[in-house]
Antibody
Framework: EVQLVESGGGLVQPGGSLRLSCVAS????????MDWVRQAPGKGLEWTGR??????????EYAASVKGRFTISRDDSQNSVYLQMNSLKTEDTAIYYC?????????????WGQGTTVIVSS | DIQMTQSPSSLSASVGDRVTITCRASQGISTYLNWYQQKPGKVPNLLIY???SLRSGVPSRFSGSGSGTDFTLTITSLQPEDFAVYYC?????????FGQGTRLEIK
């Protein structure tokens, strides 16, 4: 079964840091780009960032709202992708999903994790 | 950045109705348009990719059309399980923005 499982969410104070993890199974993880998408309480979906595969030099891109504060990395040997979040703000409070970017389907996000909740509050 | 605008923001309909949701891109995106369904408390689920390709396992009452800047998601003969929030997303260029969502409610 193709699956993504996130972890690492929690309560953190403004200015703090948190590292989210996403472990993949059921597919060749190293072949795929991976995205992070977040959803603030009661709000819509917001693309957060992407990491490409080894063939594309593991390059990353970020939403303007998180650029310079968030860093995406991956470990293909562990079938894992990470989201390092620094200098957290209250507006970063959200459910964070990792998702597989599926090139054969035009770059749609065809597999999603269950999400992990981040609350930034003092 | 490419802006995605959905209309309407919310929609009330009855079981058996036919509904259409519109998504407009601020610039041409060819057919790099995807539709997702999100039920309350659940994870978003890809329904349609490439503007009109139905994902395997998605009921045929769902269909998508459009290219360039204007797209539609149509659901024929609404079923109780279809009441959810629907999002469009462009995958033509980074950042791959989502529309604001359309909440489909039971009348």
């Amino acid at each position: 079964e193709v699956q993504l499982v996130e972890s690492g969410g929690g309560l953190v104070q403004p200015g703090g840091s948190l590292r989210l993890s996403c472990v993949a199974s059921g597919f060749t993880f190293s072949d795929h780009y991976m995205d992070w998408v977040r959803q603030a309480p009661g709000k819509g979906l917001e693309w957060t960032g992407r990491i490409r595969n080894k063939l594309n030099s593991y390059t990353t891109e970020y939403a303007a709202s998180v650029k310079g504060r968030f860093t995406i990395s991956r470990d293909d040997s562990q079938n894992s992708v990470y989201l390092q979040m620094n200098s957290l703000k209250t507006e970063d409070t959200a459910i964070y999903y990792c998702a597989r970017f599926y090139i054969p389907w035009g770059g749609s996000l065809d597999v999603w994790g269950q999400g992990t909740t981040v609350i930034v509050s003092s | 950045d490419i802006q995605m605008t959905q209309s309407p923001s919310s929609l009330s309909a009855s079981v058996g109705d036919r509904v259409t949701i519109t998504c407009r891109a601020s610039q041409g995106i060819s057919t790099y348009l995807n539709w997702y369904q999100q039920k309350p408390g659940k994870v978003p689920n890809l329904l349609i990719y490439g503007a009109s390709s139905l994902r395997s396992g998605v009921p045929s009452r769902f269909s998508g059309s459009g290219s360039g800047t204007d797209f539609t998601l149509t659901i024929t003969s609404l079923q109780p399980e279809d009441f959810a929030v629907y999002y469009c997303q462009q995958s033509y260029r980074t950042p791959p923005g989502f529309g604001q969502g359309t909440r489909l409610e039971i009348k």
